[in-house]
């Protein structure tokens, strides 16, 4: 089983790329010998899988973004949620499912000091997250110390560098490399073995041909950040408010790259699952 967060659905794509993405993800999990585990909340419970029905209903409907510290309300309220990295992460964790994927994680914020829930889930939650690193909005740097000091083993795959989700390389160097689902595998199952109480954080690079330059995101995450200061967005609005603009800014390039992280991320987490 593969968990997969479904606020990327609900909040982070617009439609119908979010019908593609869920279409694309669950083709390449299946493909890779594994099962898709959507996590998300309605009728005051956590769900943990999905039918296409379901998937409809979330694609269509008014659903919140519940982060782990929503939970009880929106179980509470019986209300529909697209659950985030957080979220699922511990969900996963409940139901004995090993390994997750998304697209980029949270992190911390240029500027604000705002930090994201989910670097905090990543030191408490044992599981193996397969991501594309932070999301470009964030501060590469800023994050990955603080994942180092929450003792979050961040695992480069294929590369050597810290992805920045949709651009391949942010020149943050990582100290651990990992070349092949076998290899991930292993190090979840010492994980295991030891007790380990935190996360394994596995990031894989943007695939080439869809990635973005560092120079051109940062420029358009410059302009997008203004442009939210000013129109006074912040909280749980600011993050889809950022992709969103990137989009725009980029002519759509940033959301076609999304769409490509997050079906090779899902491929992996497959076959990191069936050897787990």
């Known amino acids: 089983m593969v968990a997969l967060e479904t606020s990327v659905l609900t909040h982070g794509l617009p439609e119908p790329a979010n019908r593609r993405a869920a279409e694309s993800m669950i083709r390449a999990i299946r493909g890779g010998g594994a099962e898709p585990a959507w996590v998300w909340t309605d009728g005051g419970s956590l769900r943990v899988g999905a039918t296409d029905r379901d998937l409809d209903r979330l694609l269509n409907g008014d659903a919140a973004k519940v982060a782990r510290r929503d939970l009880p309300m929106a179980l509470a309220t019986g209300g529909m949620g697209g659950t985030t990295v957080s979220a699922t992460l511990w969900a996963a964790n409940r139901a004995g499912i090993e390994v997750m994927a998304t697209g980029g994680i949270g992190g911390v914020h240029p500027g604000s000091g705002d ?97 973005l330059p560092l120079d051109e995101v940062a420029s358009a995450v410059e302009r997008c950040s203004d442009l939210a200061r000013a129109e006074g967005v912040g909280g749980k ?17 940033t959301l076609e790259a999304n769409l490509a992280l997050l079906e090779d991320n899902a491929a992996l987490a497959a076959r990191v699952a069936e050897r787990c």
């Open 237 to 253: 609005a600011l993050t889809p408010a950022l992709l969103a603009c990137l989009s725009e800014e980029t002519g759509g390039r």
């Open 115 to 211: 930090v994201s829930a989910d670097l905090l889930e990543l030191a408490r939650t044992a599981g193996t997250v397969v991501c594309s690193g932070p999301k470009s909005i964030l501060d590469p740097a800023a994050t990955l110390e603080r994942l180092e000091e929450l003792g979050v083993a961040v695992i480069g795959h294929r590369t050597d560098r810290l992805p920045f989700f949709v651009v391949r390389d942010s020149g943050l160097p990582l100290e651990h490399r990992v070349d092949d689902a076998a290899g991930i595998a292993a190090a979840a199952r010492a994980r295991r073995d030891l007790g380990v109480r935190s996360a394994l954080l596995v990031c894989n690079p943007c695939p080439e041909e869809a990635a």
